[in-house]
Every structure is written in structure tokens, then in C-alpha cells.
């Protein structure tokens, strides 16, 4: 069994679907290797109804391509299967990734059915990508936007990432917390993602270490004059009001001030969470401590963390787990990779899939999206998706319509307009230099608040306009009367 060095980058390229590697064998034999095709990721619906998704995973996307290449083991397990020919084994021994691609940079708020990712470039190439384009950008795109929704739900109380024992693999632990960071988190309990992607690392103690003492007031203080300086202190493990509380007190007043440092919190990890934050907060105020804080945890989410809120519960900040690292309520972003077009004779030809659900429908072309913004307010009006050469004139009015009740219209004025996709590869070399961690964070809650917060609410949100531009409308629809 091959050895896996975690901090080494990892060649993925057989990390495809099976089928991906059969239609490429078929694509060459046919003769068709070097046919030029086009295809978009896009997502059908927004996890848990909200009203906007994030974009996440762009880096990790770029580092995958990179590093596209079949080593000799991989010739000799295809050649085992009795179903490849020799002459495409050799074109992969010698594959070159010579595609173009395009993508929406990371946390960039997105919407259903606009192209997020685009591939252009020999059909064997941009084929066999699917799989990882898609769960690379599908994985933390989910975890971006559901840490996204419990950071708003805390209503500017720090949310920590605390899921890493409950994610879903060790990759799922560490871009899980890249991704939560990105959708707004201040920090990750995960250490190697502090160490690999700068991501604060944030945590204090387990029940085992006050588990370990004599008593609790001896764990507490051990701590304590360890940590005089970042001393947070886990309360739940007996009795929070009885003892932990108490005892959280004594080993601030003995070990913490008199070193000339301030408490920096307690945390209560379990029962009626609402009402033991109160009641602590009392305890802590009259002992001298309203400068401390008081951190929750316990399975929560957005919906927990509403509630807590709601019943008045005195929490400063939550650490949120299993719910956020597994986007537990809705585990799946559903990014699809579908054909949008091939070239022929120096010309692009639009493709379209027809399907008798209307929302499986997909939007045939090469592609640019576009971003709306009104030049008073700075709010986005609305997504246009065009035809990759179209340029929408903000010096003038622009009529927008829905695409499907085209009789719903409205003109756009005193706006000007942004173009999403930005190229990330020229003809196989990297383009596009990732931002850091942090600008890409902050780039995140900026975007998020040009969004109105009609479309920013959990329920129900106002549907954002995403619109298709009149050409590319018209080409849509010639297409779909060609395949009636």
C-alpha cells in the first residue's frame, strides 16, 4: 500500500471518476482529442434556501492543475484493465495540460445556474477534470457558506471552528476549516491548518484535563498559572453554577490577576446553555470579572445559535462543531460540470442539455457573468450571464428581464458593472496569483455586504436577480426549439 506524506502536494490526477478516463479513451480512438470543448461548473440551489452561496477552493483548485500527471504506475493499472489502447496510454504518459480556465475568485457571494468555474481546451483534458473541479469547489464552497450563515446568525460574536474530530476525512477537517475561516470564522481548533494556511489556531482545554486533578479548583489553577495570559476555562465538567463558575473565580483571583493579566473567558459546553450564561454572567459581574467572556459550545448552528440569542442567553462567543465542518443540515453543494460548447472550424458552437425539468435545463456558450452595482447605495442589483465578448455599457441604461417570464423587466440606470470570472490558466500555465488567507476573508464579508439584506435573511430570502443577457437568451432558446 502506497504511503501518503500529508505535507507533501499530492499528484490527484487519478482522483477522477472511472468513466472520465473511458470517454477519453473514446475521444481519442474516435479521433476527437484535440476537438476543443467548453465547460461550465455551475450550482442548482443554494444549501439550507438561503439567499446566496460562497465561493470557495480556487487555491486548491489551481495547486490541482498544476500538478496534473500520470506516472507509470497509473499506465500499468489502466493497461490491467483490458480496455484502454495503447495509444492513448501513451498520450497520457506524455500528458500536457494545455487548457484555459476561468473562475469566480474566492469569497465571491454566488447564485444558481452562472457559470463559477470555466474549462476550455481539448475535450480529453477538460473532461477528465470533472471530478476534482467539482469536489474541490463544491467541498469548501458548502463550508464557506455554512459558516457563513452561523457567524451572521451570532450577530457579531465570535464564531470559532471546532469540527475537526467530526469532519468527514482529514482533508475535510483541514479545507473545512480554510473554508469556514474564508466564510468568516476567527480561528480554527485545527493546528495543522494554522500552520499550513495561517488560519489562527483557538482553543483551551478538554474535560480530561480537569479530570486529571484532585480536584476542580487544583485543574483551574494549573492552568492558570500556565496560561496566565490567555486563561479561558471549562466550567461544565461538574456543576457549572455549584463549582465550575466558583471555582473559575478563585483561580482568576489567585493565579491570574496577581500576575497582571484579566481572565479572557470561560466556556460552558453543555446543559440549559440560555440559562447558564446568565447566570454566570451575574456571578462573574459581581466578582469583578465583566470583562470576561463567556464562550458556548455543544452542537450548535445557525438555528441553535438564533435561538440562544432570542432567550437573551449572555454568550460573547460560540464554538461550533460538527454541524458547521459536515454542513449538517444540508451536506451537499450541487455543483454540476456540463458541456457548453465545442469549437469547429475556428468557431464556437453552443450546447445545450434539455431536460424535462426545467431547472436541469443548462445555458449553452461561452460565458462571462457580470455583477450589477449601483454607484449610490454600492448594493448588487443583479447577475447578467452574456456571451464571453459581450461588454454591458454602464455608461448608459440597461434593461434586465427574467429568463424565463421575459414580460418581467426592468431598466437599469446610475449602476456600473464588474465582470466575475477572471482567468486562472493560459493555455495550461497558471495566470492568477491566490490572495492571502486573510485578504481573501475580509474580501468575503465586503462582498457579502453589497448584498441587500432582504437577500441576506435566513428565511425566505428575496431571490437575487440572475438574468441572461439578450443574445445569449436568443441562443438559448433557438436551441431548445432545435431539440423539441
Request: glycine letters at 6%.
Amino acid at each position: 500500500m502506497t504511503n501518503i506524506d500529508w505535507k507533501d502536494k499530492k499528484n490527484l490526477t487519478m482522483l477522477a471518476d472511472f468513466y472520465e478516463f473511458t470517454m477519453a479513451n473514446g475521444y481519442f480512438e474516435c479521433g476527437m482529442k484535440d476537438k476543443v470543448a467548453y465547460f461550465d461548473m455551475f450550482f442548482r440551489a443554494i444549501p439550507d434556501n438561503g439567499g446566496f452561496a460562497i465561493m470557495a477552493g480556487v487555491e486548491q483548485l489551481i495547486e490541482y492543475l498544476k500538478n496534473l500527471k500520470f506516472q507509470e504506475e497509473d499506465i500499468e493499472y489502466f493497461r490491467s484493465k483490458n480496455l484502454f489502447s495503447e495509444e492513448f496510454l501513451d498520450y497520457l504518459r506524455n500528458f500536457k495540460f494545455e487548457c484555459d480556465v476561468w473562475a469566480v475568485p474566492e469569497g465571491t457571494p454566488i447564485f444558481p445556474h452562472e457559470p463559477i468555474v470555466t474549462v476550455r481546451g481539448p475535450i480529453i483534458q477538460a473532461q477528465i477534470v470533472e471530478t476534482m473541479v467539482l469536489l474541490t469547489i463544491n467541498h469548501q464552497s458548502l463550508i464557506a457558506t455554512k459558516a457563513n450563515r452561523i457567524v451572521r446568525a451570532a450577530k457579531g460574536r465570535s464564531v470559532m471552528e471546532f469540527g475537526s474530530r467530526r469532519a468527514q476525512g482529514y482533508e475535510g477537517a483541514i479545507l473545512g476549516a480554510r473554508a469556514a475561516y474564508i466564510g468568516g470564522c476567527i480561528g480554527t481548533a485545527c493546528t495543522i491548518v494554522d500552520r499550513d494556511f495561517e488560519v489562527p489556531a483557538l482553543g483551551t482545554m478538554a474535560h480530561s484535563w480537569v479530570q486529571m486533578f484532585p480536584t476542580e479548583l487544583d485543574s483551574f489553577k494549573a492552568y492558570a498559572r500556565l496560561y496566565p495570559n490567555s486563561c479561558v476555562l471549562l466550567v461544565d465538567t461538574y456543576n457549572v453554577l455549584e463549582s465550575g463558575v466558583p471555582n473559575a473565580i478563585k483561580a482568576f483571583n489567585e493565579e491570574v490577576v496577581p500576575r497582571g493579566y484579566r481572565p479572557k473567558g470561560i466556556r460552558i459546553d453543555s446543559g440549559d446553555i440560555a440559562y447558564l450564561s446568565k447566570e454566570a454572567r451575574k456571578m462573574l459581574d459581581e466578582a469583578g470579572f465583566e470583562d470576561c467572556p463567556i464562550v458556548a459550545s455543544s452542537s450548535l448552528d445557525e438555528y441553535v445559535i438564533r435561538e440562544l440569542l432570542n432567550q437573551g442567553a449572555k454568550i460573547d462567543s460560540f464554538g461550533v462543531g460538527e454541524r458547521l465542518i459536515t454542513a449538517k443540515s444540508e451536506p451537499v453543494f450541487g455543483g454540476v460540470y456540463k458541456l457548453a460548447a465545442i469549437e469547429k472550424d475556428g468557431k464556437i458552437i453552443p450546447k445545450i442539455k434539455v431536460s424535462e425539468n426545467v431547472g436541469k435545463i443548462t445555458i449553452p456558450g461561452f460565458k462571462q457573468v457580470y455583477r450589477l452595482f449601483d454607484r449610490d447605495s454600492g448594493k448588487a442589483i443583479a447577475d447578467v450571464i452574456t456571451l464571453h465578448d459581450e461588454v454591458i455599457d454602464d455608461s448608459k441604461p440597461y434593461e434586465i428581464f427574467h429568463p424565463i417570464y421575459t414580460w418581467k423587466r426592468k431598466t437599469i440606470t446610475n449602476f456600473y458593472a464588474k465582470k466575475l470570472l477572471v482567468k486562472i490558466f493560459d493555455g495550461g500555465e497558471s495566470v492568477y496569483e491566490s490572495p492571502n488567507i486573510e485578504d481573501i476573508r475580509n474580501y468575503c464579508g465586503e462582498q457579502i455586504n453589497t448584498l441587500w439584506e432582504e437577500v441576506r435573511r435566513f428565511e425566505k430570502p428575496h431571490k437575487y436577480f440572475v438574468d441572461l443577457s439578450e443574445s445569449l437568451w436568443t441562443i438559448k432558446n433557438q436551441l431548445l426549439e432545435k431539440h423539441k
